[in-house]
């Protein structure tokens, strides 16, 4: 399941995010959130955007469904290409067009993203009437058809009702049937499962790859936990203060990470099993404190928790480079 | 290996909880008309041992927070008893009950919200020595900047405030705040769950190297299941309100005996890409402890359930090792 190899950046990817730039100008300064950023999405691929607190990973998402707040934040350039066209060129109406028919997106917090005052079901049949031209009645019809088939228990009954009065669980579900509504080639899901109980979450997550598979959905997942991603995805774009630091399929990223930074994420967490085995073992500790991205450190701006920083490191920034095993990683110290 | 079996021959309890019930009425409209009980806590029972750390996990509701509330006296049990030290919590003064407090602290999850904002490091950590009035005047100048120390920070830091500083150094303040009184009993309520990865590890690391240095006992609530294997000694699953199994922690990952841990650990995704996704054991929600299900309470979504588990509750059975189970099926 999931972990098929395919070869990353196909003469024609579905989305192309090439160098995109995404600041917020604030009273405090400019906060680079998205700092030259490029990666692609093959059809039907499953991506995981990995990182932790303010690297960047959220803004990269709304940058795509071009819904960053502006002002503060501004997509300051860069392109993103989906199917070729450049997102960031064509007007407001026809991205509108695009939002949530062809590129769906799912966050965190289902209460906060569902409006409180109508039911589920008129939720989902707006993306119909919306996107679709259906009339209400059908519109309705393919609804609680889509509540159906996010295994929502009496979908009838359930469409009738508003999201309080359903659970976390259910509300989650209820938005996968919204954004996958009108069958898009893109699902962005933001830590879809972050505020979910765990056996919730295994339920959610399973859910989605089996939609993934009847639809054909080409998936971007946001995550910070490295068990999700790894259980998921088939490729890996690790961010750091606003920039990818490495890239590559699952596999090779968690056989050989090559960035520092991935190498102490992956170290950092305990493994369940281990301690009986060999006993407890110090857990690998990445010093310091993910920077604030008003006061970053010049040069790689890892260095200063990086325990294999050198002189280069304080003073220029690394790009990010391609290696001979088919990963991408930023680093002054990795062998091409 | 050896260090467990030395600690489980001079097993001394800490903290004694036999049949704690914790029932909350429900207040409709104005008349405060009762509209039902939730049985947040439905007769739990365990002992945490000096030195050792017990970890209770469950998911949202099922009444982990309110025994460790309850564990605290900051909750009054509805039934049970708790004992420190082997006195009697409930028949406690007021006065022994304060003095109680100090060997008794407690860790939050979200260190920003724990920590007031107006009041520096330094002030932070002379406010229970303060309210305790321990440590002469002129002696928590020194303790503080010792503390400030241990958990990893400098003296000349305790100028600074809150805002100052990052989410993992705020961590530290409140584990700083823990330790300032001196306590037998750390009550860690999520206590790594709102940072980042990287500085998890950072807190962990210190919570177990403070712990073998003031011979700290552990009580850490967590739904996170990877972090508890690695911080506790023995583990306690809970479900809406029940204990349903405790074991140490090598045995209940590696061989739950409740059909809810198994579930529960088989849902943890495990980071290793080459691992076939295991298929989620349950479906559905945990349901409300306002109306929890008749029997035991987990059986409308056990896999496994038989005739009688819909009438009968199960009750904890000592299954040898220090492993106890509450279920019909063992």
Known sequence: MGNTLTIPDSPSPLLHLNRVKTYFYTVEGTAKAVDDVSFSLNKGETIGLVGESGCGKSVTALSIMRLVKDPPGKIVSGAILFNGTDLLQISSGRMKSIRGKRIAMIFQEPMTSLNPVYTVGDQISEMFVTHENLGKKESWERAVGMIEKVQIPAPEKRAREYPHQLSGGMRQRAMIAMALACKPEILIADEPTTALDVTVQAQIIELMLQLREEFGTAIILISHDLGIIAETVERIVVMYAGKVVEEGPTLSVFDAPKHPYTKGLFKSRPKIGERSEYGRRRLLEIQGAVPNLFQLPGGCPFHPRCVAAVEICRGSAPELISTHDNQKVRCHLANP | MKDEKEKSLLKQPLVEVQD???????????????????????????????????????????????????????????????????????????????????????????????????????????????????????????????????????????????????????????????????????????????????????????????????????????????????????????????????????????DPKHPYSEALISAIPVADPRLKRKTPMLRGDVPSPIRPPAGCHFHPRCPKRISGCDVHSPQLKDIGGGHWVACHLV
């Open chain 2, 20 to 254: 704690l019930k914790v029932h909350f009425p429900i207040r409709k409209g104005i008349l405060s008309r009762s509209g039902g009980m939730v049985f947040a806590v439905d007769g739990v029972s365990f002992t945490l041992n000096e030195g050792e750390t017990l970890g209770i996990v469950g998911e949202s509701g099922c009444g982990k927070t309110t025994t460790a509330l309850a564990v605290l006296d900051l909750i009054r049990p509805t039934a049970g008893k708790v004992f420190f030290e082997e006195s009697d919590m409930a028949r406690m003064s007021p006065s022994e009950l304060r003095k109680l407090r100090r060997e008794m602290q407690l860790i939050f999850q979200d260190p920003y919200s724990s920590l007031n904002p107006t009041m520096t490091l330094n002030q932070i950590l002379n406010e229970p020595m303060r309210i305790h009035r321990v440590y002469p005047r002129n002696e928590r100048a020194g303790r503080i900047a010792y503390l400030l120390e241990k958990v990893g920070l400098t003296p000349e830091q305790g100028r600074r405030f809150p805002h100052e500083l990052s989410g993992g150094q705020r961590q530290r303040v409140g584990i700083a705040r823990a330790l300032a009184l001196n306590p037998k009993l750390i009550i860690g309520d999520e206590p790594v769950s709102a940072l980042d990865v990287s500085i998890q590890a950072q807190i962990i690391n210190l919570l177990i190297e403070l712990q073998q240095e003031f011979r700290l006992s552990y009580l850490i609530i967590s739904h996170d299941l990877t972090v508890v294997e690695y911080i506790c000694d023995r583990i306690a699953v809970m479900y809406l309100g029940r204990m349903v199994e405790m074991a140490p922690y090598g045995d209940l990952y590696r």
